[in-house]
């Protein structure tokens, strides 16, 4: 016999509910091996363990009953609303935008010098313009948007003004970035806002922070043809030390060369030909040869 009820009372309908949702890891879990193509062993986890350890993210992925999207186009969407990338080497790995001049010398793979015939092409710089750069993002998408007819038959009580516009917009949620913008990218400040998978304003408000900040100073992308053999030197702060030589994307390398406006890293390393060096992230790399020890290689720094 039940002696007592008390129920729970529910939030006010104009209230913003905080509700629990899947990860990163999560996530991609759901749309890649759940619903997806690989199973467990193909996908490593450590990469997204660590984005979410960082960003704290949560992550919504509304689909159309009558949409048939793709496990890539999917997984793009997810990825793309933590600033990161996937691809697949040895199993499937996320990457996620950083400033390779905030990684810290311990945590270089390996260094690249001219001087030493690392080389085999000239290192081009071309301008990264950011084109589809904006200082403004949504989040907490409406997968079927209201329209004010909707609400003829609603009173302001069970759906107040303030409610009634977001469900009638294509996302609830806009964040503006807090960073300025180096001036090259001025263009970002007029353009629409970048769509996520966001479900928190404040979330939604570091993502956009964390992709300006790093437009914040002049960017660059930078290709060559390297050498790649199986190991490398790593400068470890005393002396030169072997490194496993193999190119793994998301990794940061020392780079040395004569480029007009790079920094001179100082004595001992700067002894023989005058050299600048820049700590730059490796983007892409294809190899010229069966052997794979010359590779056409995309870096990405200042």
């Known amino acids: 016999m039940i002696e007592s009820f008390v129920p729970n009372e529910l939030p006010n309908v104009a209230d913003n509910v905080a509700l629990d949702g899947p990860n990163l890891t999560q996530m991609i879990a759901e749309v890649v091996i759940n619903r997806g193509p690989y199973n467990p062993s193909q996908v ?24 048939n999207p793709s496990c890539a186009d999917s997984l793009k ?4 609303s ?9 199993a499937l790995r996320i990457f996620r935008l950083r400033k390779p001049e905030d990684v810290a010398d311990a945590d270089i793979a390996f260094d690249l010098d001219y001087r030493a015939g690392d080389f085999l092409s000239p290192l081009i710089q071309i301008p990264d313009m950011a084109e ?8 907490c998408p409406n997968i079927d948007p209201y329209a004010s007819s909707d609400f003829l038959n609603t009173s ?3 759906c107040p003004d303030n409610l009634r516009q977001k469900l009638m917009l294509a996302y609830q949620l806009k964040a503006t970035t807090t960073k300025r913008l180096a001036q090259r990218y001025a263009r970002a400040y007029g353009r629409k806002p970048f769509p996520t998978c966001l479900d928190r304003q404040a979330h939604l408000q570091h993502f956009i922070d964390h ?6 100073d002049d960017r660059n992308f930078y290709e060559a043809d390297v050498w790649m053999p199986p190991t490398r030197r790593r400068w470890d702060g005393s002396n030169y030390v072997e490194v496993n030589g193999i190119f793994v994307l998301d990794t940061t390398v020392r780079v040395f060369y004569p480029m007009e406006g790079w920094p001179d890293p100082g004595e001992p390393l700067n002894k023989g030909r005058p050299i600048g060096m820049r700590k ?3 983007l892409a790399f294809s190899p010229m040869t069966p052997d794979h020890n010359e590779c056409k290689v995309i870096f990405a720094g200042l």
């Open 44 to 67: 490593s986890t450590a990469e997204s363990d660590a984005i979410d350890a960082d960003t704290g993210y949560i992550y919504g992925l509304p689909i159309k009953m009558d949409d």
């Open 77 to 80: 969407r997810v990825t793309d």
């Open 82 to 90: 933590c600033t990161g990338s996937a691809y697949y080497t040895d």
């Open 132 to 139: 589809n750069l904006s200082a403004h993002s949504y989040g």
């Open 156 to 158: 302001q009580v069970d």
């Open 211 to 216: 992709v300006c900040d790093y437009y914040s």
């Open 280 to 282: 730059l992230a490796m």
